[in-house]
């Protein structure tokens, strides 16, 4: 089976050293408009081989594994050029925006809008390992858009990513993913961005910083050509939940200007509910065991 | 050694259980206003006995693990009752307001001011143990303002639990800590909160929620019974740097609002660079190794 795989970071990276290990007869075909990229995915063993964009015409699978935007640019010349029982899915971090885009495309049934919740604050194929996935979550969008053979195709790939198949629509995706990932991403990135500004002399962070600080400014380590495009693309859902942390944080430096030690501490109390959701969520290993059916209940 | 560990939680049970792991003949005396607490780490084999606080009279060191209200609330009577070579420590995460208090007490001398840079997001005896301070910051502040017997006394107790002591004065501290660990607390509680506000069906979360929010909403889950004293004791610096990150956060949003991806870019590459900063900071690993003078001195 001919698999295209677009963007060989992380993520295309990641997935081409899964399947190739498979040893199921995947052959991967690797595409990246960074030279440098490809060619390092290929001495990795991330894929079989460098081609360049019309390799989609012969491909039985197309993986798009691009910063968003480029999803946007390529995913209609893809479906225009792949062959009758060709699929293509996309990895994105929003999905309103790409099956808009599509929706009315002859060949859209050969489409599955995709999202595995995985990832780390390192980009580029050298940041690309096999267990990346493992017991994660991957969203499946808008089923009932695409072909049943296209699900089936997309179904397999997730099963040897070892990701957990989740189901909703694109417009509730972008809404809940604005909160519970790309919200703590501009959080991060400005709490990195206020503390250098403070810190002139970054010796001072660095011995003052502790395992607190590091876990909640880690993100903003990551790379800003995936993240700048995720913002831009899902900005109405990222724009509202700036706006609900802004009131939020405003309100505490109320309490704070006031030395309101029990509204402050009513509040942490009410925060320290995320403790149930978060004993969920392995965030020691990136090895994390699957999250069971039972565990899922508990929360319910 | 009469050892008196005031404030079994996690911070007083971690010393405790090293000091008496150390086999140096430390006797170790716990208090706490928490008879369940007080058990539990005698239970635990964090301390040798349960006293009250009159113990402090005959102590040859005692070290104060409270809350940084009840340092502000003991120390003063603490200091009038000690022995006149008895030793005093208190290990809170504010500075200046505790200095202040006893400026002028006639056993200044006997008092210094610590704060090691170490802790979890859990807390009680339960929590404790032994290897939480190795390799990580110690600060001593105000050196000038104790006596060299009291220095050379808790000089000893960082040493034992392996904390790499930094000199600065409590102003300073309290400034520099005030961006590096409290402003992450908050940002990170109020993350925690915005979203639970936002999904009602915590389902959602779950389901959602990869590691980088768990690392980021890592902190959420911290004890807010030290936490609100601590905002209220230094909130001149907690609510500027607030004032600041609430600034660059809209800042943000302006981009967002007008997706415009090239400052957003450009804002997060400057973001970046606390990786060079961050990569000193073992965040895997509760043991991380010393912070080398090499290290150091690359940052600056």
Redesign the interface.
């Known amino acids: 089976m001919d698999v295209v795989i677009i963007g060989l970071g992380l993520i295309g990276g990641s997935v081409g050293m899964k399947l190739k290990k498979s040893n199921l007869g995947y052959h991967i075909i690797g595409i990246d408009n960074n030279e440098q990229h490809a060619s390092r995915a290929l001495e990795l063993g991330l894929i079989d081989e460098i081609r360049s964009l019309d390799a989609v015409v012969s491909a039985d699978l197309v993986i798009i594994c691009t910063p968003v935007?480029n999803v946007l640019r390529l995913l209609p010349g893809i479906l225009d050029a792949i062959k009758a029982d060709g699929v293509v899915m996309d990895m994105g971090s929003t999905k309103s925006e790409i099956c808009t885009l599509i929706d009315k495309h002859p060949k859209r049934k050969s489409f599955v809008a995709t999202h595995p919740?995985?990832?780390?604050?390192n980009s580029g194929p050298d940041a690309a390992f096999d267990s990346l996935f493992d017991g994660?979550?991957g969203?499946i969008c808008d089923e009932n858009k695409s072909h049943k053979n296209a699900l089936l195709v997309v179904n397999r790939i997730y099963d040897l990513l070892k990701l957990n198949v989740?189901k909703m629509d694109s417009a509730s995706h972008d809404l809940?993913?604005a909160?519970?990932?790309h919200?703590?991403?501009?959080?991060?990135?400005?709490?990195?961005?206020?503390?250098?500004?403070?810190?002139e002399?970054?010796?001072?962070?660095?011995?003052?910083?502790?395992?607190?600080?590091?876990?909640?400014?880690?993100?903003?380590?990551?790379s800003?050509?995936m993240?700048?495009?995720i913002?831009?693309?899902n900005?109405e859902h990222?724009?509202q939940?700036?706006?609900?942390?802004?009131k939020?944080?405003?309100a505490?430096?109320v309490?704070?200007?006031a030395?309101?030690?029990?509204n402050?501490?009513?509040?942490?109390?009410?925060?320290?509910?995320?403790?149930?959701?978060?004993d969920?969520?392995?965030?020691?290993s990136?090895n994390?065991e699957p999250?069971t059916k039972e565990?899922?209940n508990e929360?319910?």
């Open positions: 935007d919740i995985a990832g780390t604050e994660k979550t969203i989740v809940h993913i909160y519970v990932s919200l703590s991403h501009i959080s991060s990135f400005v709490l990195g961005q206020t503390v250098l500004e403070m810190e002399d970054e010796k001072n962070i660095f011995n003052l910083a502790g395992s607190g600080f590091a876990s909640t400014v880690r993100l903003a380590k990551s800003p050509a993240w700048a495009p913002f831009a693309q900005k990222v724009s939940s700036l706006e609900t942390y802004i939020n944080l405003t505490f430096k309490m704070v200007d030395a309101d030690k029990d402050m501490f009513e509040s942490m109390t009410r925060s320290n509910k995320i403790r149930k959701v978060l969920g969520i392995d965030i020691q990136m994390a999250k565990m899922i929360l319910t």
